[in-house]
């Protein structure tokens, strides 16, 4: 089994249990990462996380009652749509920017939610948004949480533009 990333800990005091939903999130992240780290398919790593990783306690908290449904969803989906959802980002990314130089926690959280603002429209963005924001904040200290969120901001505001007011120009993603 791949080392997987986990959370930091939690600043000046207890971290709050994260929600099914927010905990599918952040184990299909760590499954993501785990895929390209420890080169197993998405199916395997799953099925790992699935039998054994969802009883683990991370930073003093179980990941309560993990629905598994998204967990799913969300793996399996990046991984069909991978390709996809690296076109999506590059296209929002600054022109001096790459997707070589994201590193690999921070690649697999931005594929998990650009594939929900993509596929997973009962969700707003917004929603979207900030959860992937704090999971950015779990991971990491630095700008990554600001990125993040300037980059699914602008993802959003192409892919939900009605949601904003706008009209979708899914053309500014090629």
């Given at each position: ?10 600043s ?5 249990r994260?929600?099914g939903?927010?905990a ?67 296209a ?10 994201l590193?690999?926690?921070?690649h697999?959280?931005l594929?998990?939610?650009?594939f ?27 700008r ?9 901001d ?6 939900r533009?009605?949601?904003?007011g ?9």
């Amino acid at each position: 089994m791949t080392d997987t990333p986990n959370p930091k800990p939690a600043s000046g005091g207890k971290r709050k249990r994260p929600s099914g939903l927010s905990a599918a999130r952040l184990l299909a992240v760590q499954a993501l990462y785990q895929v390209v780290v420890g080169d197993q398919s998405a199916g395997e790593v799953l099925r790992e996380f699935l039998q054994h990783r969802i009883d683990e306690d991370i930073e003093g908290l179980k990941h309560a009652s993990v629905n598994r449904e998204l967990l799913t969803e969300l793996v399996e989906g990046v991984a069909k749509t991978g390709d996809e959802l690296d076109d999506m980002i590059a296209a929002v990314l600054d022109e001096d920017w790459s997707l070589d130089r994201l590193e690999i926690l921070l690649h697999a959280l931005l594929r998990a939610a650009t594939f929900e603002l993509a596929e997973r429209l009962e969700v707003p963005a917004r929603v979207v948004i900030s959860e992937y924001v704090d999971l950015a904040n779990a991971f990491f200290d630095g700008r990554e949480t600001a990125f993040v969120n300037g980059l699914l901001d602008r993802l959003a505001h192409v892919l939900r533009a009605e949601e904003f007011g706008g009209e979708a120009d899914l053309s500014k993603l090629r």
